[in-house]
């Protein structure tokens, strides 16, 4: 799968994570709200394993990612950072701890999940992002950070 299509589909998968947190966490809905914004969002796709597996992956380790979340932004408790900004850090985290590091390095991950920030988040959402997974990034001990 090419960079564009991974880009895409990180999209497609926060923006589904985002419907599912803002309509409750209801996770018989998953599936219909990941297939409609296929639909909307990535037409022309011609793989969604990818986005499926970002989204599982998510919910599957959603206390986990949330626990980690929190102690590495205490300012910020959880249900005070934005919807949008909240699963972005989700999504960017399931990659850079769950993720496959041949597939997605660390860096690729950070840096996809910045991006994603300035596409969908606010002013500062960015930043925001950049700082709360550096920090993680740091205190795992910077995988492959020579590579």
């Known amino acids: ?3 564009a299509n991974r880009h895409l589909s990180r999209s497609v998968a926060m923006q589904s994570l985002y419907e599912w947190d803002f309509s409750g966490r209801d ?3 998953l599936d219909d709200i990941v297939g409609k914004n296929i639909t909307e969002f990535a037409p022309g796709l011609d793989s969604v394993e ?6 599982r992956g998510v919910i599957e380790n959603l206390e986990k990612l949330d626990k980690i979340i929190t102690k590495s932004a205490p300012e ?3 249900e005070q950072i934005t919807i949008v900004d ?12 769950f993720g496959d590091r041949k597939e997605v ?4 991950a950070i840096n996809e999940a910045i991006e994603l920030a300035k596409s969908f988040g606010g002013e500062s959402s960015g930043k925001f992002i950049n ?5 993680i990034y740091r205190e795992i001990g910077e995988p492959q950070k020579d590579e």
Not at 90 to 95: I, N
């Open 27 to 29: 996770n018989s809905q």
């Open 86 to 97: 909240r699963n972005i850090l989700r999504l960017g985290l399931y990659e850079l701890l």
């Open 76 to 78: 910020w408790p959880l």
């Open 1 to 3: 799968m090419n960079l």
């Open 131 to 135: 700082g709360v997974l550096g920090t």
């Open 50 to 55: 990818f986005i499926n597996r970002l989204v």
């Open 105 to 108: 390095p660390p860096k690729v």
